[in-house]
């Protein structure tokens, strides 16, 4: 691999020294954001620990992430510790995969995430939403995060999939939130306990995988066939049999990537909002005097810069994917550290969009921040979303969820929450719990 041209390659970067045997095991496993943030501010732009046996390289520094995801990509794959935490549930589909598989997939799929394909998602967006609303009462407590979920869920497999999964939303909803308590369980985990072990929670998850593997298959066999569809599932048919085990692999990853991020990033904007009162008031005057009877796409999205800058804001304060992972392939040299082949490299989101180099006040949900000119920002110093060739595929069909679902929501409706925000980090920034909020007619 190429090398930083001068530099000279040290041997290991700086870091917590951990504990004898586990290293730094239990305290990333307590608090893995704060973990990451003191990392960052005790020991600088590149870190070294070592978590359950892993030697691991934390990146706090824009241009290096930029050298990872980027300039240097080839090099940087998955790796063992990502896949032993997704591959079991998700196998080969998109987020997992790598080299060709990966390419031909993601060149394949990439056709249902074009400009004009999104922006005809937006009725089945807003529909949705407004579906949802008719349930509320003003003046009930709403557990939002679960709303959210349910919503996108319906949203994502209505759009990508061309199929009304209403009538599976619970079952969907109870195997993904399976799947995803135990991914938490086993990266919070010193020792990890193999699938074959019948243990309770090994049973919840096999059943889950079953589960998914069930709608999987319904959501195929309600599937028009006419080989003339653009959404994933039609594309996935018109290059493979429906038999094929990554047709029910990219199903499932659409259906846990294509949901629980964007219900997150709803979920802690809403929040934000109802705990900071200037931000909630401007957006609710832009909404009024731009929004009539209905919310049209073409003719006012680009009118609302104040809703364009609120979603920005809540994925910069509380990014869902938190945390990226990659593994050098080959040997490298990052900065003025060598990097073998094997290592296990952390960046992370939730550090940098939080960096006070970056961001005046940066643990304030301010949206105005995004007003105005560009700043020399680094472009890494905001990667909600990732970046490089593996940038996440539904980028702009989840922007454009965000901010759709929240004018529907905040054109009629005040949130206000009734706890603080605490947080069960897994590959996705999930909530500790309930996220309730008392929902107000305006």
């Known amino acids: 691999m190429t090398t930083t041209p001068g530099a000279q390659s040290r041997a290991v970067p700086p870091g917590p020294s951990g504990l004898p045997l586990v290293g730094s095991t239990l305290a990333f496993g307590s608090d893995p954001l704060e973990f990451a943030a003191r990392v960052a501010r005790e020991h600088g732009s590149m870190a070294s620990y070592e978590i359950s046996g ?3 390289y934390q990146l706090n520094d824009p241009d290096l992430i930029e050298h990872v995801l980027v300039h240097h990509n080839e090099n940087y794959v998955k790796g063992e510790v990502f896949q032993n935490v997704l591959q079991p549930s998700l196998g080969n589909g998109l987020i997992t995969s790598e080299g060709d ?8 799929l990439q056709q249902a995430f074009s400009p004009e ?10 529909d949705a939403t407004e579906r949802l609303l008719a349930d509320w009462e003003s003046g009930t407590v709403r557990d939002v995060h679960a709303d959210m979920m349910h919503l996108t869920v319906e949203i994502a497999a209505k759009a990508l999939f061309d199929v009304d999964v209403r009538e599976m939303e619970a079952d969907i909803s109870d195997a993904l939130e399976t799947l995803m308590d135990h991914t938490t369980m086993n ?4 020792v990890k306990v193999p699938l074959w072990v019948p243990t309770p929670a090994n049973r919840r998850y096999q059943r889950a995988l079953d589960a998914l593997d069930d709608i999987a298959e319904r959501v195929v066999a309600q599937h028009d066939r006419d080989g003339e ?13 429906p038999d094929d085990p990554l047709v029910r692999d990219q199903i499932v990853t659409f259906l846990l990537a294509g949901h629980e991020t964007t219900a997150l990033a709803l979920t802690y904007t809403l929040h934000a909002l109802g705990r900071t009162s200037d931000a909630e008031r401007t957006l609710h005057e832009e909404l009024d005097a731009v929004l009539g009877d209905g919310l049209s796409l073409a003719e006012d999205l680009p009118s609302l810069p104040v809703l364009d800058r609120t979603v920005t804001e809540g994925l910069r304060l509380y990014p869902p994917a938190w945390e990226l992972i990659r593994e050098a392939d080959e040997d490298d040299q990052i900065g003025s550290y060598h990097v073998p082949a094997g290592t296990t490299i952390m960046m992370h989101p939730w550090v940098l969009q939080r960096d006070p180099r970056y961001y005046d006040d940066p643990d304030a949900f301010r949206p105005e921040r995004w007003a105005g000119e560009e700043s020399d920002r680094p472009t890494f110093a905001y990667f909600p979303f990732g970046g490089g060739p593996r940038r ?10 965000a901010e759709l679902v929240l004018a529907t929501i905040c054109r009629d409706w005040r949130l206000d929450p009734l706890d603080d925000l605490s947080f069960s980090p897994s590959i996705t920034l999930r909530p500790d719990g309930p996220v309730r909020m008392r929902v107000e007619r305006r």
């Open 54 to 56: 892993t030697r691991v």
């Open 392 to 401: 996440c595929i539904g980028d702009r069909f989840a922007r454009l969820e």
């Open 229 to 241: 569809g653009t959404d994933v599932v039609s594309l996935l048919l018109a290059d493979r049999d």
């Open 117 to 126: 394909l999104i922006a005809g998602y937006a009725d089945v967006m807003v």
């Open 187 to 190: 990266l919070q985990r010193p």
């Open 101 to 108: 598989l990966w390419r031909e997939q993601r060149q394949l």
